[in-house]
């Protein structure tokens, strides 16, 4: 077995042991953590501007002033996050979309695969979702029968489109043994360099200078209900919930759940107890893929209407949300809202406090780098007397796998 | 997989590209109106053109440094996937630096002050990752991750502090170097003896990283510690301390590359999007891996990646309209073509994994 078959495969096999608590306490902890450095980031920028615009937040004699005020930059970045109408819309809109993602990733995570690749799924998903239905438009009677018709093939198309893009590097690993880490990162570009040519060589829209396709038909997006504000539809987002809970069931449930878990935790065990691998790592892959084409599909039908080149990263961001869930289906709800709210409240801190909206990508950096060294806590709860000193689950792997006592990685 | 096994799918890949080349002989021979024939004229013409050759290699530095740094770090048992990171940092700083310095207007020794901060901040983020790899055993790829989305966030939000806007007004460039007398030799000489001074690092670095894991104790201890990190502790090398230096040496060579492309071709950050380095890190990883780890094949790897960009320019100057996302992407197909074929064999054993001497 190569190294780094186990490497990965043990890293998440660790991440998915360690206990739901624990799991629950390093995201909250990373969390924290994040929110803390990030104030000193606020600080140090706020010292970086001086001389402020207007009066400065503090002065501190020898080192200068200091613009901004970090408590009131997330205060603000709160209450703007679900303050008023519009942003509650905005919040909830990046929240449905990170439902998708966030899923997409924790699947493929389940089976121990680090799918980087969602965005890429993502952008081909929204492309297949914005033709099918441009084509399939003409055929069925306008309205809100042809709407639903139109959206149920959006959602199809997307989902498939982005499952066979997921399978590609699922695939790879299976029967070619090809790193999915480095397949699918190398895919995302791949899909957006044929997405765009794609779209500005054949399928662009005549009447615009930018790379676009033409609009899909107002009864094809979705209704923009509850809130009554454009971009966001409570259908998405009770839709992005059901799946969720649909996603765990399926994980915990069903026995392509279990045979997804297993391969995931323990590949050669599962194996030995009669699960095709190499099956369940493509269909897994599938899976994944088509969770972010469903979320390619609802970026079309419910924000853009179209597909049109710069689709914002939600695919990474999904990567951001599945490891602060700790790889939960269930868990990734309270984490997308979280990066929703992120999203709303950014352009909230920039507008009314000149601190650069940018501050919420440093933030999603953060976590994901304090998510990742459990140690971490592990060390500072041993050091101040909160923790007990149990071998270390998370990052190097609990359980030894077979295979891997030649590694030389643990002495132990 | 057993050596037999690889060699196998060498064959087969070998045999693919032959018959792509037969494919093209049987066209030209059949249908002699293609455009095929123009198409390899009009290469053939640019590969001897010197001023061709010399914007790729300057485009070939930033890839190739990063390149470099990613195989000593993964040689040494950590993988660093955050290169594409530390060139946005390193490109940053050095802008950043540069302009401050010179109050909008950087002399050379400026410019070469900032080089020399950018490639620290750029070591600094790599003793961090190192840190957070080595000392908290964080699981590498998603720490590389953080790398990058760290930087990605931050490098276009201190634009926005510093200029308002996530781009910088452009400053001037280092000024190229020109060896009296070899210069003069006809196409070497424009090429390799008139050129920026990063493109004389980056060739003094591929040597000197070829030798040093080729040659040296050193390099033993970088390729042990990656491959059997036991048996280096075993004879008494601290596998911690060669990990931390592989990492760092990945921040090193990534700081020179991006500061390279800030400093020594762009004169700018550009901070839309995906920055200015717009995936060349990236590209790093499948030059070296193209390149199976070693530091020529790197380079070769890099050069040919940074022409397929310089390609497009020069064919859309001459009329051919060919989309550029398309030529961007063969480099990522090339990788993925090619770990479908040979699979990922040459990765060190113990790559990725954390090691624990057991003695603390």
Known sequence: MSGDDSTIGRALGGLVDASAIERILISLAALGLSVVVGAVVVLISGWVLSPCPSAPFATLG?????CYNPIEVYWVLLKGAFGSTFNLATTLQETTLLLFTGLSVAVAFRAGMFNIGTQGQLVLGALGTGLSVLWVAPVVPAGLVGGVVLVAVGLLVGAAVGGFWGAIPGALKAYADANEVITTIMLNFVATGIAFTLVSEV??????????TRFVPEYAQLPALVLGIDGFSMLALVGGLALAGLVYWVLRGTSFGYDLRTSGVQPDAAEYGGVDAKKTMVSSMALSGALGGVGGAVYVL????QWQSGIPSLGFDGITVSILAGNNPIGVVPAALLFGALKGGSLVIEFDLAVPQQLVGVLRGLVILFVAMPEFFRMAGIRYGYGD???AVATDGGTPREGGADDGGDSE | MSYADTSRKRRWLLGAVGLVVAALIAIEVLFPANPFTGLAVVLLTLVTDPNYVGSVLRLTVPIAF?????????????INIGLEGLLIISAFTSIAVAATLGGGTPSQFDLWVAFGVAVLASVLFALLFAVVCIEYKADQIIAGLAVWLIALGLAPFASKVIWGQVNSPPIATLNDWTVPVLSEIPFFGPVLFDANPTVYMLLVAVAASWYTLNRTAFGRWIEASGENPKALDTVGVDVRKVRYAGVLLSGLFSGIGGAGLALGRVGQFIGGGTTMINGRGWIGITAYLFGNYNPLGAFGASFLFASLDALQIRLQ????????????????????????????????????????????
Not at chain 1, 62 to 66: A, D, K, P, T
Not at chain 1, 203 to 212: A, E, I, L, M, R
Not at chain 2, 66 to 78: D, H, P, Q
């Open chain 1, 302 to 305: 419910m924000v853009a209407g």
């Open chain 1, 62 to 66: 020898g080192l200068g002033e200091f």
């Open chain 1, 389 to 391: 000193d149990e071998p």
């Open chain 2, 66 to 78: 990063a390149a470099l740094g990613g195989i000593f770090a993964e040689k040494s048992g950590v």
């Open chain 2, 317 to 360: 100057q001459l009329g051919y309209s060919i989309p550029s996302e398309l030529i961007g992407i063969i480099p990522y197909v090339t990788v993925v073509v090619v770990l479908a074929f040979v699979g990922r064999t040459q990765i060190p054993d113990a790559a990725g994994e954390h090691y624990d001497s057991g003695e603390d």
């Open chain 1, 203 to 212: 399928f662009k829209d005549p009447g615009s200078q930018t790379v676009q």
